[in-house]
């Protein structure tokens, strides 16, 4: 079992534990007890379906609201605004309070990575090519492979972060 982060009214939780270079990989356990690390297309898949519903401005504000207050630790204040936020999207609370809190936490691990050039922003690039360039899923989740962090920050600035 690794560092709790957050529990949900379904009986799910994330939690970091060592991942295959570091201690910050993000687990989901389902409320049926099977634990994984959440991957890109799975949570892109249902951003994109979320935007589908409520609009790519909604879904890419409030995602943007949680990345202005990431930094390098979990704040307990960010993770009840994310709950706040989530809880505007009826029926989908539950999906959106979890996938934010796993990009909350996926952008801390990101910004924690030892000797990082983007950090925070290599998340909001593939979110930004998924919403805002509307890119499929796959698109989305592999736009950056093979690229070097310098190519990458380019893409970053070009699109202001």
């Not at 009986?11 to 634990?35: A, H, M, P, Q």
């Not at 589908?52 to 207050?69: A, K, L, T």
Request: glycine share 8%; hydrophobic share 35%; aromatic share 12%.
């Amino acid at each position: 079992m690794g560092q709790l982060i957050k529990s949900f009214s379904d009986g799910s939780y994330l939690e970091y534990d060592r991942g295959s270079f570091d201690d910050w990989c993000v687990y989901l356990t389902k409320n049926n007890g099977i634990r994984k690390p959440p991957r890109d297309m799975d949570y892109f898949r249902q951003l994109k379906e979320l935007a589908g519903n409520y609009g790519v401005e909604q879904v890419y504000s409030d995602y943007v609201r949680v990345y202005n207050h990431t930094n390098r630790s979990v704040e307990k204040t960010v993770l009840d605004e994310i709950s706040e936020i989530a809880s505007r999207y009826g029926h989908d609370a539950l999906e959106v309070d979890v996938i934010f809190s796993i990009l909350y936490m996926a952008m801390i691990a990101e910004e924690r990575k030892k000797n990082t050039r983007l950090g925070k922003r290599i998340k909001r690039l593939g979110i930004y090519v998924l919403l805002v360039e509307n890119r499929t899923v796959s698109e989305a989740a592999n736009f950056m492979r093979g690229m070097g962090w310098r190519d990458i920050d380019v893409l970053c600035r070009e699109r202001g972060f």
